[in-house]
């Protein structure tokens, strides 16, 4: 991951962005600190991918997580989870004995590049295919386990805690601003001669 792409995260991480954004227009290294960042990722990597360039993947993921681990500037744990797709194809090309194992296996060492244990395999769906009980368990897995971890973490804390900063100036500002008037008025008031009295 250059380091474009991973300003281009810390972008999407610490800031609101409008749905339907691409990847390309994210700016890097933005920081809002008023529209809030979404509330959980799915990181999606590709098994065969993982078998193919394992070392290449296995950096992309230490650094993806790092920044998932410290976004915000370090004050929030960014909720994530994996999904590794091609499950079937990473099965039906597997040259070992055990296809199985070697699923495993690159489960356990995704899960430990990746810093989650909360890792789903997930079958790669055609137009015309139709969904299976393994599929759907491990899809509604993955969702549940990311609103759950989403719902734990706040991920807007930085915005709250500037809007609540943002609200006690004004309130103090305007406080001020009144003590300024009053003081201004009662020194006015006192500065004016009395009226002698007929």
Known sequence: MNAATMGKLHTLLSTGIK??????????????????????????ISLCHWRDQPQEMQVYLEKMAEAFKNASGGS??????????HRDSFLQDCQKEDPAKELQNAVEDIKKAALTDHVYTITSYKRESF???RNNKATGDLLSQLLTK??????GKVQDQTTHNAIIFIIMAVVALVVGLLINKMKS???LPSEPVS
């Open 150 to 155: 989403a719902k734990l973490e706040n991920t």
């Open 76 to 85: 929030v744990a960014f909720p994530y989870v994996v999904a590794a797709t």
């Open 19 to 44: 749905d339907g954004t691409r990847r390309e227009a994210l700016p890097p290294a933005e920081q809002s600190l008023f529209s809030k960042p979404p509330h959980g990722a799915i990181v999606v």
């Open 189 to 191: 008031d006192e500065a």
């Open 131 to 133: 969904g299976s009980a």
